[in-house]
């Protein structure tokens, strides 16, 4: 015999004496507007949100919360069909972006107390109005992103119900474990941690371990992509991470996943204390997955773009007396780390710079330490002497020279023909950002940084290669006419000791990165953005071999030109032997390494006559120092490069150069189908 099931009572007992709709918050409202809230009692359950005595929800309330939620989406249901009834009512309600007060003004959001309930608001209404509330008629919450309106029947309604936070904060590991990966990110001396200040990093830590759950959601974004960052870049140079967060793929796959998870949940698009610099630091995250070039990080990063312009990161915190001096200081250098990744990035990829000079006037940030400011600094200490290093040292270098650099790759984009005069006023303002770079960073034989730290020859390693490849880029277009028009001849020039003097450092860096080497503990370095500096320079190299065998000036006598047109070859070979011994761990670096072969097969090619032509396309040719390459027929290009045939064409006829062909196939567009949110998150964002 089937048991009959008994009704649960879920309404309090005035409520149900009088046959009331309860809204079953205790005291309801009904027994609020009557001052009857000291006899408002329930049986049974109890009213919505109890719990029981040992602080663990009880099975009773489980069943009410999933009452709960089917009701909410049978009202969601309804309140879909009131709108499409409502929009054809020329004075329907829009969102509500204000509060009204009984006399008819208008309150600015900021005077509305924090999670105004509409409960209390009809506490102030007459009695002879309906005895029957709405069902859960929604609240206005203002935070630090200003007031919302949450309907009760809308599906956000779901994610405040206190679920959302507690799964978020499941994926951190213990407190000792995360302190240490934490630890790790500080001393990790990654140019973008300059977006942290560590003093007030610490404080923000520390209190949210002392209260987890009141920690905002984009802030523990924040966090995991701090220790997503780290993770990363320790496991790209095997060092050793606490065994606690298990494999090291893993792992990171999964911070990952989380960092996504905690910027949907926040709403990213929307600003937002923190949202800026968590989105930022997810961007580095799919940077630092892979050592190739990822179009993904591009369309990331103009998305973060987009929200700094909306949050005002844009204007200079000077001329907004309400920003306090160390948050200003702290979005300048927000700003100006987003202003150089924006140019690299988007030079790699193809695509023209998301920021343009004249939509900002932020000034650089002040060449100041993290300990001489604070939130509760007054006015911001005097910029120290270009001479004294200091946490900011390093960008506010870069930053002379990555203006000058995003100006060059505008060229590239530009459909308004320019001068060669102002190509020369160009290199005038390179050479003279050059002279800027604070002298510790300036680039010096190796031999003279045994003193040095690692991670301060890299930076000189990269400021000097930045300026280097600036140099290539603006002058490689006049290479194809320098045997026709001498006026060019500089640029030639330029374009030669720039390219020896990228691969040269590349063959110094190769070298220091192997086991003993000065920079072995950073042996990530190079990455994604190096590798197309030196396949250019490669080129351009080739290119002067290819329209002048000897490698030398007119005049030069037969010693000179032997010499000149041997280091010139070795130069390349060295690279291409750098590339074969990385091409099986980086995409980019294979693709690298086919197109040298082929660039040297076509060297080798240009000293054989007609006949001897056929016959050595049967076989490979031998380098000068007795190296041979795969056979690879140099006219034509094996399936997997098949872009690569540009190559062979530039080499063909350098005097038809065509270097946005030449970027087009050499730029990478990995990863167009990877979802940037990860596989399982919320909301993800598929390209």
Request: charge should be negative; include cysteine; charged fraction near 20%.
């Amino acid at each position: 015999m089937e048991k009959k099931r008994t009704r649960v009572q879920l309404s309090c007992t005035a409520c149900r004496a009088r046959k009331l709709k309860c809204c079953r918050t205790h005291p309801c409202t009904n027994c609020l507007k009557r001052n009857e809230a000291g006899t408002c009692t329930f049986v049974g359950r109890g009213p919505r949100g109890k719990i029981s005595s040992n602080g663990r929800t009880s099975p009773a309330h489980v069943q009410d919360r999933l009452q709960h939620l089917e009701n909410l989406i049978l009202s969601f249901t309804q309140q879909q069909q009131q709108q499409q009834q409502q929009q054809e009512k020329p004075d329907s309600v829009g969102e509500h972006q204000q509060v009204i007060n009984n006399g008819g003004q208008i309150t600015p959001a900021s005077s509305v107390p924090p999670s105004l309930s509409f409960g209390e608001v009809q506490q102030a209404q007459k009695e002879g109005e309906s005895e029957t509330p709405p069902p859960d008629p929604g609240r206005l919450v203002v935070g630090e992103t200003g007031m919302r309106y949450i309907d009760g029947a809308h599906w956000t309604a779901i994610l405040e119900e206190e679920m959302t936070m507690d799964e978020l904060l499941d994926g951190l590991p213990a407190r000792p474990v995360v302190d240490r990966v934490v630890a790790m990110f500080v001393s990790l001396n990654e140019p973008t941690t300059v977006m942290v200040h560590f003093p007030t990093f610490q404080k923000q830590y520390n209190q949210f371990w002392s209260r987890p759950k009141g920690a905002s959601i984009s802030w523990l974004a924040l966090l995991y992509a701090a220790l997503t960052i780290t993770m990363s870049v320790y496991m790209r140079t095997g060092e050793p991470l606490p065994a606690e967060f298990g494999e090291a793929t893993e792992a990171v796959q999964r911070l990952r996943h989380l960092t996504a998870q905690c910027l949907v949940q926040s709403n990213y698009t929307v600003p937002g204390r923190f949202k800026v610099e968590a989105l930022f630091f997810y961007t580095m995250c799919e940077f630092f997955r892979s050592e190739d070039a990822q179009v993904g990080v591009s369309f990331l990063l103009n998305m973060t773009i987009r929200l700094a312009m909306r949050s005002g990161y844009h204007r200079d915190p000077q001329q907004f007396p309400n920003i306090s001096p160390f948050e200003g200081e702290m979005r300048r250098r927000v700003w100006a780390i987003m202003r150089q990744l924006d140019v690299l990035i988007s030079f790699q990829v193809g695509v023209p710079r998301g920021i343009q000079d004249w939509q900002q006037d932020v000034e650089p940030p002040r060449n100041i330490s993290d300990e001489e400011f604070g939130e509760s600094t007054v006015e911001l200490p005097p910029s120290r002497p270009e001479t004294e290093l200091t946490t900011t040292s390093y960008i506010r270098g870069k930053s002379r020279l990555m203006a000058i650099f995003g100006k060059i790759s505008d060229l590239a984009y530009s459909r308004d023909p320019m001068t060669y005069d102002e190509i020369l006023a160009l290199d005038r303002q390179l050479e003279e950002a050059r002279d800027l770079v604070p002298h510790a960073f300036k680039i010096r034989p190796l031999d003279q940084c045994f003193v040095d730290s690692s991670y301060l020859i890299l930076r000189r390693y990269t400021l000097e290669l930045l300026y280097q490849k600036a140099r290539c880029v603006l002058h490689r277009r006049y290479l194809g006419e320098v045997h026709t028009n001498p006026r060019y001849a500089y640029s030639r020039w330029v374009c030669m000791s720039a390219s020896k003097e990228i691969l040269r450092h590349q063959a110094d860096i190769y070298h220091e990165t192997q086991p003993g080497g000065l920079l072995y503990r950073d042996r990530q370095f190079p990455n994604s953005l190096q590798t197309a500096d030196y396949l250019l320079a490669a080129m351009i190299i080739c290119l002067d071999l290819s329209q002048n065998p000897t490698g030398t000036p007119p005049g030069s006598t037969d010693e000179d030109v032997i010499r000149g047109r041997e280091e010139l070859l070795s130069t390349i070979e060295t690279s291409h032997r750098i590339f074969e011994q990385q091409r099986r761990r980086s995409a980019d670096a294979q693709k690298a390494y086919a197109a040298l072969t082929i660039m040297l097969r076509r060297l080798k090619a240009q000293k054989l006559d007609s006949e001897q032509l056929a016959s050595a396309q049967q076989q490979p040719y031998g380098s000068s120092n007795g190296q041979s390459y795969p056979v690879v027929d140099p006219m034509g290009i094996t399936p997997e490069y098949q872009s690569l045939d540009v190559i062979g064409e530039m080499l063909d006829a350098p005097t038809n150069l065509d270097w946005n062909l030449w970027d087009q196939h050499m730029q990478s567009v990995a990863d167009m189908g990877v979802g940037l949110w990860g596989d399982n998150v919320p909301g993800s964002v598929n390209i």
